[in-house]
T-cell receptor
Framework: AQTVTQSQPEMSVQEAETVTLSCTYD???????LFWYKQPPSRQMILVIR??????QNATENRFSVNFQKAAKSFSLKISDSQLGDAAMYFC????????????FGKGTRLHILP | EAGVAQSPRYKIIEKRQSVAFWCNPI?????LYWYQQILGQGPKLLIQ????????DSQLPKDRFSAERLKGVDSTLKIQPAKLEDSAVYLC????????????????FGPGTRLTVT
Protein backbone atom coordinates (compact mmCIF):
# COMPACT_ATOMS: atom_id res chain seq x y z
CA ALA A 1 0.00 0.00 0.00
CA GLN A 2 1.11 3.52 -0.71
CA THR A 3 2.08 5.75 2.19
CA VAL A 4 3.00 9.42 2.55
CA THR A 5 5.20 10.60 5.41
CA GLN A 6 5.75 14.15 6.61
CA SER A 7 8.33 14.07 9.38
CA GLN A 8 8.02 17.71 10.47
CA PRO A 9 4.84 18.29 12.50
CA GLU A 10 5.62 22.02 12.83
CA MET A 11 8.02 24.52 11.32
CA SER A 12 8.64 28.23 11.69
CA VAL A 13 10.21 30.71 9.31
CA GLN A 14 10.89 34.41 9.43
CA GLU A 15 8.85 36.53 7.06
CA ALA A 16 10.61 37.00 3.71
CA GLU A 17 12.87 34.00 4.32
CA THR A 18 12.83 30.63 2.56
CA VAL A 19 11.56 27.40 4.09
CA THR A 20 11.52 23.79 2.89
CA LEU A 21 8.92 21.23 3.93
CA SER A 22 9.84 17.58 3.62
CA CYS A 23 7.81 14.68 2.30
CA THR A 24 8.64 11.08 1.49
CA TYR A 25 6.38 8.47 0.01
CA ASP A 26 6.37 4.78 -0.66
CA UNK A 27 4.97 3.13 -3.75
CA UNK A 28 5.76 0.29 -6.10
CA UNK A 29 4.22 2.08 -9.06
CA UNK A 30 6.13 4.05 -11.65
CA UNK A 31 3.40 6.40 -12.84
CA UNK A 32 1.76 8.67 -10.28
CA UNK A 33 1.13 12.24 -9.23
CA LEU A 34 2.27 14.19 -6.20
CA PHE A 35 0.63 17.24 -4.69
CA TRP A 36 1.09 19.84 -2.00
CA TYR A 37 -2.11 21.20 -0.46
CA LYS A 38 -2.46 24.18 1.87
CA GLN A 39 -5.12 24.23 4.60
CA PRO A 40 -5.49 27.60 6.37
CA PRO A 41 -7.56 27.99 9.56
CA SER A 42 -10.65 28.36 7.38
CA ARG A 43 -10.17 24.60 6.71
CA GLN A 44 -10.48 24.95 2.94
CA MET A 45 -7.92 22.74 1.21
CA ILE A 46 -6.17 24.57 -1.61
CA LEU A 47 -3.96 22.93 -4.21
CA VAL A 48 -0.55 24.63 -4.16
CA ILE A 49 1.45 22.65 -6.67
CA ARG A 50 1.48 19.28 -8.43
CA UNK A 51 4.11 17.09 -10.05
CA UNK A 52 3.73 14.30 -12.57
CA UNK A 53 6.15 11.47 -11.83
CA UNK A 54 7.08 11.02 -15.49
CA UNK A 55 8.35 14.60 -15.67
CA UNK A 56 11.94 15.15 -14.58
CA GLN A 57 11.56 18.91 -14.39
CA ASN A 58 10.57 20.19 -10.97
CA ALA A 59 7.24 22.03 -10.85
CA THR A 60 7.17 25.73 -9.97
CA GLU A 61 4.29 28.06 -9.12
CA ASN A 62 5.41 31.60 -8.35
CA ARG A 63 7.08 31.46 -4.90
CA PHE A 64 6.44 27.72 -4.53
CA SER A 65 8.69 25.07 -6.02
CA VAL A 66 9.33 21.40 -5.43
CA ASN A 67 12.39 19.19 -5.33
CA PHE A 68 11.24 15.87 -6.75
CA GLN A 69 13.69 13.00 -6.30
CA LYS A 70 11.98 9.97 -7.82
CA ALA A 71 14.64 7.41 -6.93
CA ALA A 72 14.71 8.57 -3.33
CA LYS A 73 10.90 8.91 -3.26
CA SER A 74 11.23 12.40 -1.91
CA PHE A 75 9.04 15.41 -2.70
CA SER A 76 9.88 18.57 -0.77
CA LEU A 77 8.20 21.97 -1.05
CA LYS A 78 10.20 25.18 -1.01
CA ILE A 79 8.47 28.45 -0.19
CA SER A 80 10.50 31.53 -1.08
CA ASP A 81 9.95 35.03 0.30
CA SER A 82 7.57 33.70 2.97
CA GLN A 83 4.54 35.84 3.66
CA LEU A 84 2.18 35.98 6.64
CA GLY A 85 -0.56 34.53 4.46
CA ASP A 86 1.49 31.37 3.97
CA ALA A 87 0.80 30.31 7.56
CA ALA A 88 -1.24 27.11 7.35
CA MET A 89 -1.13 23.34 7.47
CA TYR A 90 0.59 21.87 4.43
CA PHE A 91 -0.24 18.38 3.25
CA CYS A 92 1.76 16.28 0.88
CA UNK A 93 -0.38 13.89 -1.17
CA UNK A 94 0.02 11.02 -3.61
CA UNK A 95 -2.24 9.58 -6.27
CA UNK A 96 -1.63 6.68 -8.58
CA UNK A 97 -2.07 7.35 -12.29
CA UNK A 98 -4.40 4.37 -12.43
CA UNK A 99 -7.93 5.45 -13.15
CA UNK A 100 -10.27 5.82 -10.19
CA UNK A 101 -7.52 5.74 -7.60
CA UNK A 102 -7.80 7.79 -4.44
CA UNK A 103 -5.55 10.56 -3.10
CA UNK A 104 -3.49 9.60 -0.05
CA PHE A 105 -2.52 12.43 2.28
CA GLY A 106 0.32 12.76 4.77
CA LYS A 107 -0.29 13.96 8.32
CA GLY A 108 0.66 17.52 7.53
CA THR A 109 3.17 20.15 8.62
CA ARG A 110 2.00 23.28 10.42
CA LEU A 111 3.92 26.28 9.13
CA HIS A 112 4.26 29.40 11.29
CA ILE A 113 5.42 32.69 9.78
CA LEU A 114 7.25 34.96 12.22
CA PRO A 115 6.87 38.70 11.55
CA GLU B 1 -17.68 30.38 -10.26
CA ALA B 2 -19.19 29.28 -6.96
CA GLY B 3 -17.13 26.83 -4.94
CA VAL B 4 -18.11 23.68 -3.10
CA ALA B 5 -20.71 24.47 -0.45
CA GLN B 6 -21.14 22.55 2.78
CA SER B 7 -23.47 22.86 5.72
CA PRO B 8 -23.54 23.08 8.60
CA ARG B 9 -20.08 24.48 9.41
CA TYR B 10 -20.21 23.21 12.99
CA LYS B 11 -22.21 20.54 14.75
CA ILE B 12 -22.13 19.28 18.32
CA ILE B 13 -24.05 16.12 19.22
CA GLU B 14 -24.06 13.52 21.93
CA LYS B 15 -22.90 9.98 21.29
CA ARG B 16 -25.53 7.67 19.88
CA GLN B 17 -27.34 10.57 18.21
CA SER B 18 -27.55 10.89 14.45
CA VAL B 19 -26.25 13.69 12.24
CA ALA B 20 -26.31 14.61 8.56
CA PHE B 21 -24.02 16.77 6.47
CA TRP B 22 -24.87 18.32 3.15
CA CYS B 23 -22.64 19.11 0.17
CA ASN B 24 -23.31 20.98 -3.05
CA PRO B 25 -20.45 20.52 -5.55
CA ILE B 26 -19.29 22.92 -8.22
CA UNK B 27 -21.79 23.03 -11.05
CA UNK B 28 -21.01 20.47 -13.72
CA UNK B 29 -18.61 18.42 -11.59
CA UNK B 30 -19.36 14.75 -12.06
CA UNK B 31 -17.26 13.40 -9.22
CA LEU B 32 -17.87 14.04 -5.54
CA TYR B 33 -15.79 12.95 -2.57
CA TRP B 34 -16.35 12.82 1.19
CA TYR B 35 -13.29 12.88 3.44
CA GLN B 36 -12.88 12.52 7.19
CA GLN B 37 -10.09 14.57 8.76
CA ILE B 38 -9.33 13.69 12.36
CA LEU B 39 -7.37 16.30 14.32
CA GLY B 40 -3.66 16.04 13.59
CA GLN B 41 -4.10 13.89 10.50
CA GLY B 42 -4.56 14.31 6.80
CA PRO B 43 -7.93 13.75 5.15
CA LYS B 44 -9.02 10.16 4.60
CA LEU B 45 -11.40 9.32 1.76
CA LEU B 46 -14.70 7.87 2.95
CA ILE B 47 -16.63 7.63 -0.29
CA GLN B 48 -16.34 8.68 -3.91
CA UNK B 49 -19.25 9.18 -6.32
CA UNK B 50 -19.25 9.40 -10.08
CA UNK B 51 -22.55 11.11 -10.91
CA UNK B 52 -24.94 9.20 -8.64
CA UNK B 53 -22.99 5.94 -8.57
CA UNK B 54 -20.49 4.87 -5.91
CA UNK B 55 -16.93 4.41 -7.21
CA UNK B 56 -15.16 3.66 -3.92
CA ASP B 57 -16.58 3.25 -0.43
CA SER B 58 -13.99 0.84 0.90
CA GLN B 59 -13.12 3.06 3.90
CA LEU B 60 -16.68 3.97 4.84
CA PRO B 61 -17.81 2.36 8.15
CA LYS B 62 -21.01 1.08 6.68
CA ASP B 63 -22.50 -0.04 9.97
CA ARG B 64 -22.99 3.61 10.96
CA PHE B 65 -22.15 5.82 7.98
CA SER B 66 -24.22 6.21 4.85
CA ALA B 67 -24.07 8.58 1.91
CA GLU B 68 -26.15 9.30 -1.11
CA ARG B 69 -26.00 11.54 -4.12
CA LEU B 70 -29.44 11.87 -5.54
CA LYS B 71 -29.66 13.01 -9.16
CA GLY B 72 -25.88 13.21 -9.34
CA VAL B 73 -25.66 16.68 -7.81
CA ASP B 74 -26.00 17.33 -4.05
CA SER B 75 -24.86 14.76 -1.55
CA THR B 76 -25.67 13.90 2.04
CA LEU B 77 -23.44 12.04 4.50
CA LYS B 78 -25.14 10.57 7.57
CA ILE B 79 -23.81 9.07 10.78
CA GLN B 80 -26.16 6.97 12.90
CA PRO B 81 -25.42 6.37 15.73
CA ALA B 82 -22.42 8.63 16.33
CA LYS B 83 -19.42 7.59 18.42
CA LEU B 84 -16.86 9.73 20.20
CA GLU B 85 -14.22 8.76 17.63
CA ASP B 86 -16.33 10.29 14.85
CA SER B 87 -15.31 13.75 16.07
CA ALA B 88 -13.55 15.22 13.04
CA VAL B 89 -13.84 17.64 10.15
CA TYR B 90 -15.83 16.24 7.25
CA LEU B 91 -14.68 17.63 3.93
CA CYS B 92 -16.51 17.44 0.66
CA UNK B 93 -14.68 17.85 -2.65
CA UNK B 94 -15.63 17.69 -6.29
CA UNK B 95 -13.82 17.29 -9.58
CA UNK B 96 -14.84 17.71 -13.18
CA UNK B 97 -14.24 14.15 -14.25
CA UNK B 98 -12.83 10.94 -12.87
CA UNK B 99 -9.86 10.79 -15.20
CA UNK B 100 -6.36 9.37 -15.10
CA UNK B 101 -4.61 12.70 -15.35
CA UNK B 102 -4.19 15.37 -12.70
CA UNK B 103 -5.70 18.11 -14.82
CA UNK B 104 -9.08 16.48 -15.13
CA UNK B 105 -8.97 15.19 -11.61
CA UNK B 106 -8.11 18.33 -9.66
CA UNK B 107 -10.26 18.28 -6.57
CA UNK B 108 -11.86 21.43 -5.21
CA PHE B 109 -12.64 21.32 -1.52
CA GLY B 110 -15.42 22.84 0.51
CA PRO B 111 -14.89 24.53 3.91
CA GLY B 112 -15.80 21.39 5.83
CA THR B 113 -18.08 20.60 8.75
CA ARG B 114 -16.51 20.30 12.19
CA LEU B 115 -18.31 17.58 14.16
CA THR B 116 -17.88 17.23 17.90
CA VAL B 117 -19.37 14.16 19.58
CA THR B 118 -19.65 14.42 23.38
Amino acid sequence: AQTVTQSQPEMSVQEAETVTLSCTYDTSESDYYLFWYKQPPSRQMILVIRQEAYKQQNATENRFSVNFQKAAKSFSLKISDSQLGDAAMYFCAYRSARRDDKIIFGKGTRLHILP
Amino acid sequence: EAGVAQSPRYKIIEKRQSVAFWCNPISGHATLYWYQQILGQGPKLLIQFQNNGVVDDSQLPKDRFSAERLKGVDSTLKIQPAKLEDSAVYLCASSLVLAGGPMGNEQYFGPGTRLTVT
